[in-house]
């Protein structure tokens, strides 16, 4: 006997239940197991002493777990990166979505989307040899592998999302609001800024701080063009060892279940943390900013 229409409605609302559900349970098992290994340093060192300590000299005797140099490391990066990323990205998923051609959108906006298909070790060999011995020359460093050339290897990374996301958002404002600006008498440049960019707030936000998640957990490319120093830097030619970095350069190394290993997954909770923090503002900024282009107009 053929299935009823309600038997289907509910087999396929069960599968993409189950779907979603299975998401959330791989994610909490993350979680559980990123805490259960992590916490334990806490009875050794502080959170506190952990958080704001200025070294981290995990294999000494006595051991140093101070990750604060990480921390602005990370910090530091992913500023820098999204002071050059975000207007990269934004003003060209504005000239895409409202200034060039049917013609040119269609060439540049795959390979736009193109280049965030590239892999991270790609782009950190790239940063390695012909970025670092460019930055290195050029402001007379003692090395190119410093918190500049991360950041321009990230911010790299990190056009193509805010490019894409953006130029979605900006491409789908009602065409309605735009032809009413324009009839009011408002010149082209005056309808994207009072108009198009208001009513996009919205999904632009979301591209700038999917950006941003991706710069500051970004691990291969920071290992191989940040310099690997954990200290604080004193400028933006400083070698850093953010706190992915740190991660994948130790955990090799570390025993396991031992003090660095248990040190080394809590970066991964104070990691997490920071990871969730840009996803909930991002949620906020978009619910906050949603319409808000059509109301005000």
Request: include cysteine; charged fraction near 10%.
């Amino acid at each position: 006997m053929a299935m009823s229409r309600q038997s289907k409605d509910n087999l396929i609302r069960n599968a993409f239940f189950l779907t979603a559900l299975s998401s959330i349970v791989a994610l909490a098992l993350i979680m559980l197991y990123l805490f259960i290994e992590g916490l334990p340093i806490f009875k050794i060192v502080s959170v506190t002493d952990f958080l704001f300590g200025h070294y981290w000299y995990p294999t000494s005797e006595p051991h140093e777990f101070g990750i604060f140099p990480l921390i602005v490391a990370s910090l530091a990066v992913t500023a820098l990166s999204s002071a050059i990323a975000i207007p990269l990205g934004v003003m060209t998923a504005i000239y895409l979505a409202e200034i060039a051609s049917r013609r040119t959108r269609d060439i540049f906006k795959p390979i736009v989307e193109l280049l965030a298909a590239l892999p991270s070790v790609v782009i950190g060999f790239f940063g390695m040899v012909v970025v670092a011995p460019f930055i290195q020359e050029t402001f007379d460093l003692a090395t190119g592998l410093n918190l500049f050339n991360a950041a321009i290897m990230l911010a790299f990374m990190s056009v193509p999302t805010i490019c894409s996301v953006s130029e979605d958002a900006i491409y789908a404002v009602p065409r309605e609001l735009k032809e009413a600006s324009l009839a009011l008498g408002a010149t082209h440049f005056e309808t994207i800024s009072k108009v198009v960019l208001p009513a996009s707030l919205s999904g632009i936000s979301t591209a700038v701080m999917l950006g941003m998640s991706r710069a500051i957990g970004e691990t291969m490319v920071v290992l191989m063009v940040a310099g690997g120093a954990a200290m604080i830097p004193n400028s933006i030619f400083s070698p850093v060892r953010p706190m992915p970095s740190s991660i994948a350069a130790e955990m090799a190394e570390a025993s396991f279940r031992g003090d660095h290993y248990r040190a080394l997954f809590a970066i991964g909770i104070v990691l997490f943390l920071f990871t969730l923090a840009f996803n909930l503002i991002a949620s906020h900024v978009a619910e906050k900013h949603k319409q808000v282009g059509a109301a005000t107009l």
